[in-house]
């Protein structure tokens, strides 16, 4: 396993690419430093301008997906409410387990924001089932989520005949993936994106247990349907300079509150606090390819310059050696297994090329240096 020169990202990271030792993540971040963000903003005006001429009778003029009152969602809204002025309809996927500060924060949102949400709460039957093949066959339950999100927004937008849909940054870019350059069309996110990669939902239906009646909030429109389709997605990472952390600074003043402190695992307390599932999924990623949260959490602050890599160095093997996912009680009763059985199926996906036994589990073989 090798390591970037000037971040913590190892190759083993599906579609990160490397020039000279340097990680396409690192390259894309530099790329963002020349970027005349002022210019991109007036395009996002003249978009803007443009959806609302053109959809003079839509009761809205774009959707924002939100979580669970997270923090990117937070200020996700209130650009386009109350800098874009646009008539939002933000559209919550619900989590089926949110946490105490998620039930908190998606109600500060809502009082802070003051906007239309609509929330989708989809049959917890058939969304623990479709996690539950996700767990077994790919080593990541949270496929079925973002599943659920893509095509759930995009769906609500098809049924409110609602012509934008405003998504957050492009992760491909942000953080090094499939994506070879940055783009403002969100549309790949329905056919091939580093969440849902080439993976089928047709490989996990049971008809025994899934109908497919039951599964329209789970089905991706074809490219086909995309290219026809008056919906246009766009990314506002493309036109606003992206910031994880000024994004947790204003929902702060705005209400949101993070967790007293991080959790194991993560440098920070703010990030995925919003629900209970996806830390499971954090801690199989780290299974499979040696990183998780924490080499995210300490890349995005090496990349805006507020940590060194050598302070990043020195913390990410401790975060590491601590990372064991919370919530594994909530996580085997939601799926209805045990947890000898969890650790069963989550134990096959280790890469032994990568982790070594060390006092009854797993540590990685080397670090970066």
Partial sequence: MKYCKTCLLPDTKPGLTFVKGICSACRN??????????????????IINKIK????????????????????????????????KCKVLCVNLSAHLPTPEGISNINSMIKSLNVDILKLTLKPSVHSALRLKCFKKYGEPN?????????????????????????????SFEFGGYGKKQTPNASNLFYKNDLLKNKSLNTLIDKNLIKDRDLYFYNLPSKKEIKLSKIKNIY?????????EKNYKFAKKSGFKAEKKPRKGHLVSYDNIDEKLCEVNGWLKYLKFGFGYATDELCYDIYNKRITREKGIKLLKKLNEEFHPDF?????????ISETKFYEIAFEYINKDLFKPKNNFWTLKNYPK
């Fill in 328 to 336: 594994l009680d909530d996580f085997c009763r939601f799926h209805k």
């Fill in 236 to 244: 506002l990472g493309y036109y606003v300079n992206w910031d994880g």
């Fill in 143 to 171: 496929w079925a989520e973002h599943l659920m999100v893509f095509a759930g927004v995009y769906n609500a937008a098809k049924l409110y005949d609602i012509p934008l849909v405003v998504w957050g940054e492009d992760i």
């Fill in 53 to 84: 001429k053109n959809n003079p009778n839509s009761q809205y003029d774009c959707i924002v997906p939100i979580s669970n009152g997270g923090k990117d969602s937070w200020f996700q809204a209130h650009f386009m409410k109350n800098v874009m």
């Fill in 29 to 46: 971040n530099q790329i963002k430093k020349k970027i005349d963000w002022n210019y991109r903003k007036k395009k996002l005006i003249k």
